[in-house]
């Protein structure tokens, strides 16, 4: 299996070719971004690699104790956390329960302070506009942070295989 250094010079190597070949396909700069920043992301800190203590994990900084529980709850290499759109769904999932925790407890102290807080009702509208005004960059983000995984289990595959195949060849030397 790859280290973290050669998984992040991966992503960085396929960085410039995944803008290129989004860009061509979709002449637009914001879907582009969109794809390359979510790749860029998945890659460094959204990886499957987040269920061992590895690289990934330690750049959440301060907030790395969230992928605590998710460590504990998954086997290194398992399926739904290197297994292809599972992982990411899983990954997407999991943090939107950390955020939703975070907006509760948000709301919390702004009752606490001012007597107001955020509601889904009020800000509906809002929302729904936005989600349809940036729908393509949406699928755009949802495409880099998978495209960000597959590098990541597809080397991992590839990394296995080569040192599997290389063993019985160094055991033959004399
Ligand atoms: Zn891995």
Redesign the pocket.
Known sequence: ?PSGATHDRITLISLPIVTGLTLLASRSASITLSLAGSFLFSGLMFG??LDIYSVQFKRWGILRWIWRPYQKSMRH?SWLS?GPVIGTLIRLAYLGCWVAIGIALWNGVAMLNHGAFWSWHSTQPQIQSFALQYFWQGIAILAGLELGALS??WS?VIGSTWKKWRKPRRKGRP
């Open positions: 299996m499957p690699d290499r290197h990541h289990s991992d």
